[in-house]
């Protein structure tokens, strides 16, 4: 089970950042990641925490900007985003697979959190 938060009304160039907390799994072998899905838009990885040998990818939109950590002892994945822009607006969903390349497939799914960025 994958629970986020963190969400919420910030302008453009504000900060805010996400907390994915997870349970009913081996945390520490999966990669936990970040997708997101803008009104009218496809589904679109962000960025993703690989908890087996602690590797991070960001989607090439993001870099620079957000930056993704991981707690093991809390079982919790941080997405911290900054410089946030008018497009950055969508809900964003963490993700549990067992690598990150399949992030968007993955088996476990949040629920959601909704983040939008007013200009």
């Known amino acids: 089970q994958l629970q986020a938060s963190g969400g919420g009304l910030v302008q453009a160039g504000g900060s805010l950042r996400l907390s994915c907390a997870a349970s009913?799994?081996?945390?520490?072998?999966?990669?936990i990641g970040w997708v997101r899905q803008a009104p009218g838009k496809e589904r679109e990885g962000v960025s993703c925490?690989?908890?087996?040998?602690?590797?991070?990818y960001y989607a090439d939109f993001v870099k620079g900007r957000f930056t993704i950590s991981s707690d093991s002892a809390k079982k919790t994945v941080y997405l911290q985003m900054n410089s946030l822009k008018p497009d950055d607006t969508a809900v964003y969903y963490c993700?549990?697979?067992?690598?990150?390349?399949?992030?968007?497939?993955?088996?476990?799914w949040g629920q959601g959190t909704l983040v939008t960025v007013s200009s």
């Open positions: 009913g799994f081996a945390f520490d072998d999966y990669a």
């Open positions: 925490f690989s908890n087996s040998d602690s590797a991070q």
């Open positions: 993700t549990a697979a067992p690598i990150c390349e399949v992030i968007t497939r993955a088996h476990y």
